[in-house]
């Protein structure tokens, strides 16, 4: 299916910067439409959150930068509705931010959440929906 949101699979274009001609579009199969997507250049990773179907959870996908398949273990478990991913270079960390005012964030080097992920957002009002982050060294 080339349309977000259709269940079975989405498209993640993959783009040459030098030029911004070649343009790859490749099937990845998620759940449901993907929200965010980040790259993790020291790993050759795209980091890509999507929702599951009338689910409410959501998954982390990540994929072979130049593939663009799945590596061993993904998709993880990203939380309720995730909606926007980060990358922290520095901490070698992946950050999913969820709808619901919680952060659920990854070991980039294991792929595993690290401990007492996820987080919730001080003083966030509840109701209130996130809808970027941006992690400051």
Do not use: C, M
Not at 52 to 67: F, M, P, S
């Amino acid at each position: 299916s080339d349309s977000l949101n259709s269940g079975s699979s989405d498209k993640v274009l993959a783009i040459n910067p030098d030029d911004f001609n070649s343009l790859t579009p490749a099937s990845v199969n998620v759940r449901t439409g993907v929200y965010a997507i980040v790259t993790d250049d020291d790993r050759d990773r795209v980091y890509a959150v999507s929702r599951r179907l009338n689910q409410g959870n959501g998954d982390l996908n990540v994929l072979n930068y130049t593939t663009l398949t799945p590596v061993a273990g993904s998709p993880l478990d990203a939380g309720l509705d995730p909606i926007f991913v980060a990358y922290d270079r520095a901490a070698s960390r992946i950050v999913v931010l969820n709808s619901g005012g919680t952060l659920t964030v990854f070991n980039a080097d294991t792929l595993t959440q690290i401990p007492g992920s996820p987080f919730t957002i001080p003083n966030a009002v509840p109701g209130q929906e996130f809808h970027s982050i941006v992690v400051v060294p």
